[in-house]
């Protein structure tokens, strides 16, 4: 990409890759064909259909819309190869054990950020009578025994949170989660499983009880916009002076981006499911930048924070308090010129006035993004390499942000 294009226009956000990927976890639960509408046209997307595939759903992509038939269900056993493909397979491990009482999967393992544990999702399901052995890196899952009970997680875990969710939503009784995650993915999968006549209500506060209902139905729903990709697009027009228009957005869920932007000099009206953001002629420094669950600032839009940090007149602070190891965008945001220090999980951002063009890598999933976000605002040609990680997460970026005044191509390094 070449640098320094104003950035501006009007785009439609779709639907949230982490609101989809549990949703289409759960769309195993009902005796009934789901359609998810709007659905993204991302790598995880299609990955996760194709777990799916292999556990007996027959999956159909057409027109932004995924149908999802799940009346072969009939596999239990998550293959190796697919739990590696994609971390998101472990929301699958308590969707199998509701319908089928049996499950066996392998540690989805760690990825960039973080080692990635999944003993809280474990606990909550041997909380509900699950009998769980490792063997090897396999769990062996006996559900067979499996009851509504009270589950405690000692860090709210938007996975574990899922996981149980859908395990309890056709166990007979109450279960009720403590401690619960309460980011607004969660309140989507409350409202896409009582559409199909489930019995959750809580999800959003600490606190989520989940009614046993003997049966689901099949249903058509549209997921919750992405609102990581609206602060990815709000971060490109704050860090090339332009105007934009978001539509088909959440604005109550973007409140502690939309803060900090409006911190950094950016004007943000809000109207329905619409914002407009009008950035300053020059971004100014964001004094600190904490990452927390839901509702404090999103880890996932910390890196895109970051790159606009980059250019800001002044110092900010950012700290990343869920993963351990989500900084790795740093090296490369330093070689185009960018000047920053870190000391554990705090980076600190002195802004320059311009970065410059440079070939780098995406580490990760948003990495990646904060990396394209610095291209195009650095002086010269930059070029991201490794954009698969990307792709993960957001639909042809490069087209999106052609669209809104980008020189940016996709070409085969
Ligand atoms: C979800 O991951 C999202 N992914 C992540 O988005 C997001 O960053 C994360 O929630 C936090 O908001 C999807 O929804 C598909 P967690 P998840 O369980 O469920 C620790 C993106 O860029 N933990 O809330 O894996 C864990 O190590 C991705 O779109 C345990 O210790 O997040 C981490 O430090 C990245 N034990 C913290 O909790 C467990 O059993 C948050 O993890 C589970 C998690």
Known sequence: ???????????RVDAAKNAVLPILAAAILPEGDVIIRDCPDIRDVHAMAEILGKLGCETIWQNGEMLIRNGRLHQWEMPDELSKQIRSSIFLLGPILGKLRRATVTYPGGCEIGIRPIDLHLKGLRALGVRIVDAGGVLYC??????????????????ATENVM??????????????????????DLQRFINRMGGKIRGAGTQIIEIEGVEKLHGISYAPIPDRIVAGTL???GAM??????????????????????????CRIRESGNRLTLEAPERLHAISQLQTQPHPGFPTDMQAQMLAACCVA????????????NRLSHVADLCRMGANIRVNGRMAVVQGVDAMHGMRVMARDLRGGAALVLA?????????????????????????TLSALGAKIDRIDV
């Open 1 to 11: 990409m070449l640098g320094g294009e104003r950035i501006e226009g009007s785009i």
């Open 142 to 159: 006996d559900g067979r025994d499996m009851h509504a009970g009270d589950v405690y997680f000692d860090y709210p875990s938007v996975g």
């Open 166 to 187: 859908m395990a309890a939503v056709l166990l007979p009784g109450i279960t009720t989660i403590h401690n619960a995650a309460k980011e607004p993915e969660i309140e």
């Open 234 to 236: 709000l971060c490109a």
């Open 240 to 265: 090339n002076g332009g105007k934009m228009e978001l539509s088909n957005v959440h604005p109550w869920d973007l409140v502690p981006v939309i803060d900090k932007l409006q911190e950094m000099g």
């Open 313 to 324: 007149r002044g110092t900010s602070v950012i700290i990343e308090n869920v993963f351990e």
């Open 375 to 399: 291209g195009l605002c650095a002086q010269g040609e930059t070029i991201v390499e490794n954009i698969a990680l990307i792709d993960r997460g957001y639909a042809h970026l490069e087209d």
